[in-house]
Antibody, heavy 127, light 110 residues
Framework: EVQLVQSGTEVKKSGESLKISCQVS????????IGWVRQMPGKGLELMGI???????????????RYSPSFQGQVTLSADRSITTAFVQWRSLKASDTAMYYC?????????????WGQGTMVTVSS | QSVLTQPPSASETPGQRVTISCSGS????????VTWYKQLTGTAPNLFIY???QRPSGVPERFSGSKSGTSASLAISGLQPEDEAFYYC???????????FGGGTKLTVL
């Protein structure tokens, strides 16, 4: 059974750093794309980026990461094969980062749909 | 502003049929398959329709997806109260090189 288990609720202050996680099980971690989706309070879904833990043909040792334009430079997506876990990291949080964050599992190709969703991690940032 | 455009709301009475549209461009819907996600208030979204018109196991036949050119649609017939939810379309965008979502449509069953 495919499972995506996300880390718990976070309450932080502006300027602080944060790293949230998504531990997966039930499938080959390196063979499927993982995405991160932001949902601000009362708003819709926004794709932050996607990461392929299996890396690229040229560099299989480093995850392949692609960012949506709005999130490029704002967050860092990563993946650790040894613990089958994906991460989102912020260096300096802003109040506008307050949102629910979902990790999602795609397919072997980056264009594949997100068939599995984590339970979400709520991040609240106070100014 | 979302890359894919959906009406913010739709409503219909129980038993009737409703259609939710999703408009894009050549670089996204015009070239790639469309997925629909359903989100009940306070819960994580889940996949509802994929590859334009495929239903995962457990999704009733009264839900159907279609696509024509740069637009896609989700049709729901025989509306039931439990269909009340937010529905989001999504697809790959060849220009942005990432998946993109529509802004979402809140479906109300009157």
């Amino acid at each position: 059974e495919v499972q995506l288990v996300q880390s718990g609720t976070e309450v932080k202050k502006s300027g602080e750093s944060l790293k949230i996680s998504c531990q997966v099980s039930g499938y080959n971690f390196v063979s499927y794309w993982i995405g991160w989706v932001r949902q601000m309070p009362g708003k819709g879904l926004e794709l932050m980026g996607i990461v392929y833990p299996g890396g690229t043909v040229v560099d299989p040792g480093h995850p392949d990461v692609r960012y949506s334009p709005s999130f490029q430079g704002q967050v860092t997506l990563s993946a650790d094969r040894s613990i089958t876990t994906a991460f989102v990291q912020w260096r300096s949080l802003k109040a506008s980062d307050t949102a629910m964050y979902y990790c999602v599992r795609g397919g072997p190709l980056p264009i594949d749909a997100f068939h599995f969703w984590g339970q979400g991690t709520m991040v609240t940032v106070s100014s | 502003q979302s890359v894919l455009t959906q009406p913010p709301s739709a409503s219909e009475t129980p038993g009737q049929r409703v259609t939710i549209s999703c408009s894009g461009s050549v670089s996204n819907i015009g070239t790639n398959t469309v997925t629909w996600y359903k989100q009940l208030t306070g819960t994580a979204p889940n996949l509802f329709i994929y590859s334009d018109d495929q239903r995962p196991s457990g999704v009733p036949e009264r839900f159907s997806g279609s696509k024509s050119g740069t637009s896609a649609s989700l049709a729901i017939s025989g509306l039931q109260p439990e269909d009340e939810a937010f529905y989001y379309c999504a697809t790959w965008d060849d220009s942005l090189n990432v998946p993109v979502f529509g802004g979402g449509t809140k479906l109300t069953v009157l």
